[in-house]
């Protein structure tokens, strides 16, 4: 069956650390990859888009790898703070019109 | 910025009535979509539309909902029959394209069937 798994559903890390997220697909073959920022009772942000053709694409202090070989995508915040603290989606196209969500992983970073 | 604007922000209705929940997507954006969140569960796809059509649905969007965009601007999802379990977040989101271009999301409405 069609999976997306978030490694974790909450991951605790100091401020100033490299927090790392996964996202693991099963059964696609999605054409790009997407990652939103969600707070709680908001509707999703969107962050990044990397394509399939690509391996990495950045964003100030965001980082996003996409390997399709190994069906993973790992999302990086650099130097972090805790205003990055949020629930972080990954995100990818099962059809043309159809974009579906993992579960999230809750990021928390302490002073 | 551009936003999705959503309404109301909060509708509570009793078992079995019918809810229309209003959306006015960002106005050059071609693709729109409704998601639910049922509280602490992830973001689920409900369908897609384009040009006046259904593009996409998933199996929770069954009989008892509808879209429809009945103007230029507004985007409506309406539940004819609510039940206690549609009681969740739902959000509107719209896109410029069909692919590789992100979801603008609202920030939701929550429903609450009694």
């Known amino acids: 069956s069609q999976k997306i798994e978030q490694n974790s559903e909450a991951l605790n890390i100091q401020e100033g650390k490299t927090a790392t997220l996964t996202c693991n697909y099963t059964?696609?073959?999605?054409?790009?990859l997407q990652w939103y920022r969600q707070d709680p009772g908001r509707g999703p942000v969107f962050l990044l888009l990397i394509r399939e053709n690509e391996k990495e694409k950045r964003k100030e202090r965001l980082k996003v790898t996409f390997d399709t070989t190994l069906k993973q995508s790992l999302f990086h915040i650099t130097a972090s703070q805790p205003a990055d603290s949020a629930t972080y989606l990954c995100?990818?196209?099962?059809?043309?019109?159809?974009?579906?969500f993992g579960s999230g992983t809750r990021l928390s970073i302490r002073p | 910025e551009p936003e999705v604007t959503q309404t109301p922000s909060h509708q509570v209705t009793q078992m079995g009535q019918e809810v229309i929940l209003r959306c006015v997507p960002i106005?050059?954006?071609?693709?729109f979509y409704w998601y639910r969140q049922i509280l602490g569960q992830k973001v689920e796809f409900l369908v897609s539309f384009y040009n006046n059509e259904i593009s996409e649905k998933s199996e929770i969007f069954d009989d008892q909902f509808s879209v429809e965009r009945p103007d230029g601007s507004n985007f409506t999802l309406k539940i004819r029959s609510t039940k206690l379990e549609d009681s969740a977040m739902y959000f509107c989101a719209s896109s410029k394209m069909e692919r590789d271009s992100p979801l603008h999301f609202g920030n939701g409405t929550r429903l609450t069937v009694t």
């Open positions: 106005s050059n954006h071609l693709y």
């Open positions: 995100a990818l196209d099962s059809s043309a019109s159809k974009i579906i």
């Open positions: 059964n696609y073959s999605p054409a790009y």
